[in-house]
């Protein structure tokens, strides 16, 4: 069984940095690890919904990411850790939320719901506050 377990988050003041990671262990019931797919990092603050955030594709080239995080979010991989990290900076307090990683159903990118990414992490709290 494939799991994804995040790390990283905490309570950092507006414009701070962190950076999150994606450990993955295990094999899903094909037989494959975590480098073969697309993975996702979501978000889900408090009375909302839960939001695609950004994802990568199996090769790690052309993250996409949402336009709320556009040019302070960066998403990267590393296969041989099979690993994903999700560095984020100048963070603002509508940042603050419960982000998950998701394993995508194929090597690209495809969905923005929730129900289109498999495997999810347990979460991790980033609070942005002065």
């Known amino acids: 069984q494939l799991q994804l377990v995040e790390s990283g988050g905490g309570l950092v003041q507006p414009g701070e940095s962190l950076r999150l990671s994606c450990a993955a262990s295990g094999r899903t019931l094909d037989g494959r690890t975590l480098d073969y797919y697309a993975v996702a990092w979501f978000r889900q603050a408090p009375g909302k919904e839960r939001e695609r955030v950004s994802c990568i594709s199996r090769g790690g080239s052309s993250p996409n990411y949402a336009d709320f995080v556009k040019g302070r979010f960066t998403l990267s991989r590393d296969n041989a850790k099979a690993t994903v990290y999700l560095q984020m900076n100048s963070l603002k307090p509508e940042d603050t939320a419960v982000y998950y990683c998701?394993?995508?159903?194929?090597?690209?990118?495809?969905?923005?719901?929730?129900?289109?990414?498999?495997?999810w992490g347990q979460g991790t709290q980033v609070t942005v506050s002065s």
């Open positions: 998701a394993r995508g159903r194929y090597t690209y990118c495809s969905g923005y719901r929730a129900n289109d990414y498999d495997s």
